[in-house]
Every structure is written in C-alpha cells, then in structure tokens.
C-alpha cells in the first residue's frame, strides 16, 4: 500500500528483516507462477505505450531496513531498474514486499499526470488484501491486468513500432 513518504528510522522493521524466514513465505513463487506472472506483465503491456514491471522481495536489504520503507526502497528500485527511462516517461513499477506484507506501485511522471495517487492506493489496497487471504498469485495476476487497463486508457496504441523498452520478465530478489 502507498503510505507518506517520509520514513522513519524502525528497529521493528529491521528486526522483522532479520526474523524472516523466506522458505516459509515464498514457496508459492515457483518457476511456474513465476512464468505465469511473467505473462501476465506482457499482457498487461499490450495495447499501449506504458511499460510494466513487476519485482518480489522477500525483505527489505538488513544494511537498509533500519533505515527505510517500502515505499522507500521501491522508489531506489524503480531508479535501479531504469523504469524511468521510457520514451514516453510511462514506466510502471509494482513492488511487492513479502516480509512486510506490502506492495507499492511507483508510476512515472508520464502516466501520473493523468493517474491520482488515489487509484494507485486503491488498487494496492485490493491486491494486499488478496494476498492476506493467501491468493497471492491470482491478486497480483488481477492487479497486472488493472494497470495494463489505465495505461491503455490513457496510451493506446493498436500497434507498438517501438516494441517492448522493459524486460517483461518478473524480477525476484531474495
């Protein structure tokens, strides 16, 4: 879920970092959910100019989660990643974090001109809830086709020339 931006520094938080064990909490990304959610992302990224792009994570990095949050570490993601670097500034970054049972979404400054932070949050909040109740797979799946459905209201494009400027491909990192 999107919260402020401002982080405070959390012995909680890092002490969770620590605590987590991911074999307990990851086992429902297979290769094959893995793959499955990987098209999904190409779906999601048809019938537009936007870009879509999908991380896991088991935990905050322990050097860092003393010191930042989610949203926090999506954003460094989001720049480490280049989703930023789309032509048409339309990147769309969704960052799920397994330990601390959120997921933010950071769009562009493209697609958030026309996008309130308001939709982003709710859809966040639907797909976290999903996941609370143990559909992790099928909410992330609907929350791909969700973002697929606002960049192409507002970048459609029947065919793509440019192609595919992201990897399509779900990025784990544990």
């Known amino acids: 879920m999107a919260q402020n931006n401002s982080s405070q520094t959390s012995f909680a938080r890092w002490w969770r970092q620590v605590l987590f064990v991911p074999l307990m909490h990851s086992k429902w990304l297979t290769a094959a959910a893995k793959a499955r959610l990987t098209d999904k992302v190409t779906s999601a990224e048809r019938g537009h100019r936007g870009e879509v792009f999908l991380i896991i994570e088991n935990h905050l990095p322990i050097q860092?989660?003393?010191?930042?949050?989610?949203?926090?570490?999506?954003?460094?993601?989001?720049?480490?990643?280049?989703?930023?670097?789309?032509?048409?500034?339309?990147?769309?970054?969704?960052?799920?974090?397994?330990?601390?049972?959120?997921?933010?979404?950071?769009?562009?400054?493209?697609?958030?001109?026309?996008?309130?932070?308001?939709?982003?949050?709710?859809?966040?909040?639907?797909?976290?809830?999903?996941?609370?109740?143990?559909?992790?797979?099928?909410?992330l799946a609907e929350l791909l086709d969700e973002v697929g459905q606002v960049l192409r209201q507002y970048y459609h494009l029947e065919h793509d020339p440019a192609g595919n400027e992201l990897s399509d491909t779900v990025v784990f990192l544990k």
């Open 64 to 139: 860092e989660a003393y010191h930042i949050n989610c949203r926090e570490r999506a954003v460094d993601l989001f720049s480490e990643y280049r989703v930023w670097d789309t032509e048409e500034n339309t990147g769309v970054l969704i960052y799920v974090n397994i330990c601390e049972h959120q997921l933010e979404i950071v769009a562009d400054r493209g697609i958030s001109t026309h996008v309130s932070p308001t939709v982003w949050r709710a859809m966040c909040e639907k797909a976290v809830s999903g996941i609370a109740n143990k559909n992790t797979e099928e909410s």
